[in-house]
C-alpha cells in the first residue's frame, strides 16, 4: 500500500478531497479549475491504484464508499501532515536566514550554580540577539552524552568523562569538588567522631556511579558497592533513604546540608576534584561555535 501511495501525486489527492467536499466530479471543476474530464481521469487514477472504488457517481447522484471515506479521512491527515512540513520548512529557512539558529547541548544532571548562571546569561545573550534562535537542551549521563554526539543528535555536551573518543574534540570548561555524604537517617550522621578513610571505604554501603569506572573518577575502592546511579539526583535519592554513602557535588551536598538533611562526611580527606570538559564533533556550525565561545568567557572570569 505504501509503495502505491508513493506513486501517486498530490495533485491527484486534491482532486479526490475536492469531489469529495463538493459532492461531485462537475460541482469540483470550479474549485480546481480543470475540465471534468481531466479530474475524472484523477479519480480513476487513483482508484486503479488503491484497487478500490471510492464513490458511486451516475444518474443517482455522487455517493462515497465506505472506503472511500476512509481514504478522504487520510488525506486530511495527509494535507495536514504536508502544511505541517511546509510550515517547519519555513522555519528552518527563517532560522538559516538569522544565522543558522539550532544548538543542540546536552549536560549532566545538578552543574555548579556558577555553571548555571553562565548559561543564563548566554541564552538571554543568544535570545535577544536573535529572536529565532532554537534551543534544544537535553540531560544525560556522560557515556550517553558521547553517544549522541558521535551519531550527531547533539552539537555539544558537557561533562566529566571517562573515556574520550578520538572522533571528538575536548576542551576544559571548569573544575568541580566532589564530596562524600550519608543521610540524617544514616548511623555516621550524629556520630562520625574519629571516623578514618579506611573505615569510611571499608565498613559502610557506598553507591556505584554506573557510566564511568571507579578508578577515572577517584581514588576510593569501597569494599560493599550496593547500589548504582546513573544521575546525581538519583544519587542524593538514596543518600537521602539513610542506608549508603555515596559523593555527590559540592554545590548539591551543600544544599542537602544546609536543609540539615545531609552530612558531609571527611571533607579534606575524602573529598577531590574533576575536570569537566566540553565536548563536540569538528567544524561546529558558526552559531554553536560562537556560543561555546561565549560559555568559555564567562566560565573563565
Known amino acids: 500500500m505504501l509503495d502505491e501511495l508513493i506513486k501517486i501525486d498530490i495533485k491527484t489527492l486534491r ?24 479530474i475524472s481521469g484523477h479519480l480513476t487514477h487513483l482508484e486503479d491504484r488503491l484497487g478500490m472504488t471510492l464513490c458511486h457517481r451516475g444518474r443517482a447522484g455522487f455517493k462515497l464508499t465506505e472506503d472511500g471515506a476512509a481514504v478522504y479521512e487520510a488525506c486530511l491527515s495527509f494535507t495536514e501532515a504536508v502544511a505541517s512540513f511546509q510550515h517547519q520548512l519555513h522555519y528552518i529557512r527563517q532560522l538559516d536566514s538569522v544565522h543558522g539558529g539550532h544548538i543542540r547541548l546536552c549536560l549532566i544532571d545538578q552543574m555548579p550554580a556558577f555553571f548555571y548562571d553562565a548559561l543564563q546569561q548566554c541564552l538571554s545573550a543568544s535570545y535577544s540577539k536573535n529572536p529565532l534562535i532554537h534551543f534544544s537542551i537535553d540531560v544525560q549521563s556522560p557515556e550517553s552524552m558521547l553517544d549522541k554526539l558521535l ?55 557506598w553507591i556505584k556511579r554506573g557510566y564511568i ?36 557535588p559540592n554545590d548539591l551536598a551543600k544544599r542537602y546540608e544546609g536543609m540539615g538533611l545531609m552530612k558531609v562526611l571527611l571533607p579534606d580527606e575524602a573529598s577531590y576534584e574533576v575536570s569537566h ?21 564567562l566560565l573563565d572570569k
Not at 277 to 297: C, D, G, I, P
Request: hydrophobic share 35%; aromatic share 10%; net charge neutral.
Open 15 to 38: 482532486s479526490f478531497m475536492a469531489i469529495v467536499e463538493c459532492q461531485g466530479v462537475t460541482a469540483a471543476q470550479t474549485r480546481l479549475n480543470v475540465t471534468p474530464s481531466v
Open 151 to 205: 551519531s550527531n543528535e547533539s552539537d555539544i555536551g558537557v561533562g566529566y568523562f571517562g573515556s574520550f573518543p578520538p572522533l571528538l574534540t575536548f576542551q576544559h570548561a571548569f573544575v568541580e569538588k566532589q564530596v562524600v555524604c550519608c543521610g540524617r537517617k544514616h548511623v555516621l550522621f550524629d556520630d562520625s567522631k574519629g571516623l578514618t578513610f579506611h573505615e569510611l571505604e571499608q565498613n559502610y554501603s
Open 213 to 248: 569506572t571507579e578508578h577515572s573518577i577517584n581514588h576510593i575502592q569501597p569494599k560493599t558497592l550496593s547500589a548504582t546511579t546513573y544521575h546525581m539526583e538519583a544519587t542524593a535519592q538514596l543518600i537521602l533513604a539513610g542506608h549508603h554513602v555515596g559523593y555527590l
Open 277 to 297: 570538559h566540553w565536548a563536540y564533533r569538528q567544524n561546529l556550525h558558526k552559531q554553536v561555535s560562537t556560543f561555546l565561545q561565549q560559555m568559555l568567557r
